[in-house]
């Protein structure tokens, strides 16, 4: 009995707080490919590429969920936002002829301000997320946090509405789309 209570504390004190596994480096390594990869996104001025380093971002996210062993919220990761929402932004660019090399109209010269703004909401959403979950405790006696049933139980009870609501708003911006590229090209000269 004793010498199973030493090899437990001795596994404790090896594996501790700031230890790191093999998992956690590559969450960190993925993590980083994912945070440069949405830097990039937004900081491109070809069009077509940022939503080609949006892909890489949400693939990112995908395996970071893989990593935390909720399943299946990576592959809903996956299969609607990288599969259906980058297809219908690039549908949309197809659709409005938009540029394909370097885009002049992409960069309106307020970089600064947009850092600055991106900064704030970048603080302002660390700090709504660990004030939030500061006394959280995660219950290791019921269903796996990640799992399927959790995951789908919470998804479909309290996120249905903000869901609809985004595929509603997609839809209307791709109708948008159709719309702006169906224009006549002597609506085009009057407006000039």
Do not use: C
Request: charged letters at 15%; proline letters at 3%; zero cysteines.
């Amino acid at each position: 009995m004793t010498g199973t209570g030493i090899s437990t504390a001795a596994q404790a004190v090896t594996h501790g707080f700031l230890s790191t596994s093999g998992v956690e480096i590559v969450f960190l390594l993925v993590g980083l490919v994912t945070l440069g990869a949405a830097v990039i996104t937004v900081t491109t001025r070809q069009l077509v590429h940022a939503a080609l380093w949006l892909v890489v971002a949400l693939g990112g996210l995908a395996v970071e969920y893989l990593l935390l062993t909720a399943e299946f919220i990576a592959w809903v990761q996956v299969l609607i936002y990288v599969g259906s929402v980058v297809v219908l932004l690039l549908f949309g660019l197809m659709l409005t002829r938009a540029p394909i090399g370097r885009s002049p109209d992409a960069d309106s010269g307020n970089r600064w301000v947009a850092l600055g703004v991106a900064g704030a909401a970048a603080a302002a959403l660390v700090w709504v997320v660990v004030d939030a979950f500061r006394t959280t405790w995660i219950d290791l006696g019921g269903a796996p946090q990640g799992s399927t049933e959790v995951s789908g139980e919470i998804l479909f009870r309290h996120w249905v509405l903000p869901f609809e609501a985004l595929s509603v708003l997609l839809l209307a911006a791709l109708v948008g789309a159709i719309v702006l590229s169906r224009r006549k090209p002597d609506a085009k000269k009057e407006e000039r």
